[in-house]
């Protein structure tokens, strides 16, 4: 079993930016996938980004290349995701998710979740 715990969001003005973090705990060992989706009202949950941590290996959304950046910290067992340049249609739940095999953009292959952490962006 992993654990995931979110911090950071808040509310920010357009074109700020904000730090979110995931702390991991349990078999972390396990987990070769680690992703970062998001879900405003109304819509279906969508990848922001994610890392294939075997080699490090990032992928991002079109919707945040350029603004977004994830990283891990494996001393810390903290995932993070940086956003800059923040628009109000960033606006939404973040979620941190984990996943046992190689990465994919389908939320329902992830196993396991954090509760999310919100991120309000205003114009």
């Known amino acids: 079993q992993v654990q995931l715990v979110e911090s950071g969001g808040g509310s920010v003005q357009a074109g700020g930016s904000l730090r979110a973090s995931c702390a991991i705990s349990g078999d972390t060992n396990s987990v070769s996938c680690l992703a970062w989706f998001r879900q405003a009202p109304g819509k279906g949950r969508e990848t922001v980004a994610r890392?294939?941590?075997?080699?490090?290996?990032?992928y991002y959304s079109l919707s945040v290349e350029g603004r977004a950046t994830i990283s891990q910290d494996n001393a810390k067992n903290t995932l993070y995701l940086q956003m800059n340049s923040l628009k109000p249609e960033d606006t939404a739940m973040y979620y941190c998710?984990?996943?046992?095999?190689?990465?994919?953009?389908?939320?329902?292959?992830?196993?396991?979740w954090g509760q999310g952490t919100q991120v309000t962006v205003s114009s």
């Open positions: 998710a984990a996943r046992p095999i190689d990465c994919t953009w389908d939320p329902a292959k992830y196993p396991y």
């Open positions: 890392v294939y941590t075997p080699d490090g290996a990032t």
